[in-house]
């Protein structure tokens, strides 16, 4: 099957430090992955979107990797807040069906 | 207008009630979503329509009935639910239903609506 995985469900750090959020793909190659936010009983908000000839994008603190390589995408949120916490969504699309991954929580303390 | 509108916000229902979820949006998009999510868990697609037509049915039960009356509405209707059906109902639109493989589409969600079947 084509799992998109993000495999931390949680992630807890420090205010100001870097966040580092991993989703892993197997058995395909997606055309693109986005990154979307999810707060509590809302619906998820899209945060970036990257092509997999990019390598790199950046938007204000976020930045999303991809590595065709390892399979992977990487989510960086730098000078984290408080306000950054909620959860934190991959997803990958596919024409017009999109599958998100599992979510990795992230909890940035004071 | 970004905004994806989703009514009611609460529903609660017996297992032989009748209801619908209503969703809205002017953003001229021509496709619309409705996932299923559970607590703790992504959102799982249900139904898809592309220019008012059902294209995708994620096998879901016939007791989840999709509509779209026009370009800008989508509803749910509900008909003898189980108690596991309980979940927050998501809506989204997005532009373009016929994607290439290159191209890209991002969804837009609403808020969802929260139904506890009982």
Known sequence: SQKIEQNSEALNIQEGKTATLTCNYTNYSPAYLQWYRQDPGRGPVFLLLIRENEK???????????????????????ASQPADSATYLCARGNFNKFYFGSGTKLNVKP | DTEVTQTPKHLVMGMTNKKSLKCEQHMGHRAMYWYKQKAKK?????????????????????????????????????????????????????????????????????????????
């Open chain 1, 56 to 78: 790199e994008k950046r938007k204000e603190r976020l930045k999303v990797t991809f590595d065709t390589t390892l399979k992977q995408s990487l989510f960086h949120i730098t």
């Open chain 2, 42 to 118: 992504p959102p799982e697609l249900m139904f898809v329509y592309s220019y008012e037509k059902l294209s995708i049915n994620e096998s879901v039960p016939s007791r989840f009935s999709p509509e779209c009356p026009n370009s800008s509405l989508l509803n749910l209707h509900l008909h003898a639910l189980q108690p596991e059906d309980s979940a927050l109902y998501l809506c989204a639109s997005s532009q373009d239903p016929f994607g290439a493989l290159t191209r890209t589409d991002t969804q837009y969600f609403g808020p969802g609506t929260r139904l506890t079947v009982l």
